[in-house]
């Protein structure tokens, strides 16, 4: 077996593995689903960390604690998520400006402050709104739609650029990637949404299906193509090692932080527009 071969394997038992757990924690919702999202957007903001500083320093520590607090707020007051992550992102916000003040380096401090709070809301927004939307009303067919069209055009992007990439995307960013890939993604996205329609959330519209589908289709790879961007801006291959055949977190979920604010924002004010 080859090399590629051999990844291609231990990327789907990583995924048979983990898929069912995420799956069983996002159904029971509540604490459980808050949790999930919590522990992915702290190493999420950790890996950035990592990326752009190479270590963890106090200040990043406070970023990755924050980060994993941000998706537990809609459990208490949905209605002021908003509100309670404006103030605990203008808190780091300062904070953060305080600590390089304090510690420096002087020359390297709004630098360093400005990763400080991007890696904060890189982990954290994405999460957030995925765990507000679980709260809403069919909450888990709308959390396992933005699942469904960040993964669904994962995989067929995959495939369809393996088997018939010729034209590169954009080469400068990420090497592999095709448009025939792209278009293959395209179509999975939509299909993913129709198919999960069909069997299991009667729920989704045929305008949901197709909308989701397409926005998520074309905001899903700019969200991966954001996180390649940041990996060779620094010479990273993977932003971790947490899933086999994965790589990090980031790397698994930098379409999901994207497409999860998506399907947020098209609930809330898309929606009842279309009904």
Request: proline fraction near 5%; charged fraction near 15%.
């Amino acid at each position: 077996m080859n090399e590629k071969n051999k990844n291609l394997v231990i990327r789907i038992v990583s995924a048979v593995i983990l898929l069912p757990v995420v799956v069983f924690l996002l159904f029971k919702g509540g604490a459980y689903s808050a949790g999930l999202l919590a522990v992915a957007a702290a190493i999420c903001a950790s890996e950035y960390y990592t990326i752009t500083q190479k270590t963890l320093s106090p200040a990043a520590w406070v970023g990755v604690v924050l980060a994993g607090v941000l998706p537990f707020l809609p459990l208490r007051h949905p209605e002021r998520t908003g509100e309670g992550a404006f103030w605990v992102t203008a808190f780091f916000l300062f904070f953060a400006f305080t600590y390089h003040l304090i510690r420096g380096p002087l020359q390297e401090a709004p630098t360093r402050v400005s990763h400080l709070v991007t890696g904060f809301l890189y982990g954290s927004v994405g999460m957030t709104a995925l765990s507000a939307v679980r709260l809403m009303p069919d909450g888990l067919a709308w959390v396992i739609a933005a699942l469904v069209i960040t993964w669904a055009n994962d995989t067929a992007a995959y495939f369809a650029g393996r088997f018939l990439g010729r034209h590169k995307l954009y080469p400068a960013v990420s090497p592999n990637k095709t448009w025939e890939g792209f278009a293959g993604g395209l179509v999975g996205s939509v299909g993913g949404m129709f198919i999960a329609r069909a069997f299991f959330f009667p729920v989704f519209t045929m305008a949901d299906c197709l909308l989701l589908g397409l926005f998520g289709g074309i905001l899903g790879p700019i969200g991966d193509l954001c996180e390649s961007m940041l990996k060779r801006a620094y010479g990273v291959k993977d932003s971790g090692r947490v899933i086999p055949g994965h790589g990090g977190i980031l790397d698994r979920v930098d379409a999901l932080l994207f497409n999860a604010p998506l399907v947020f924002v098209y609930i809330t004010f898309v929606r009842g527009l279309l009904s």
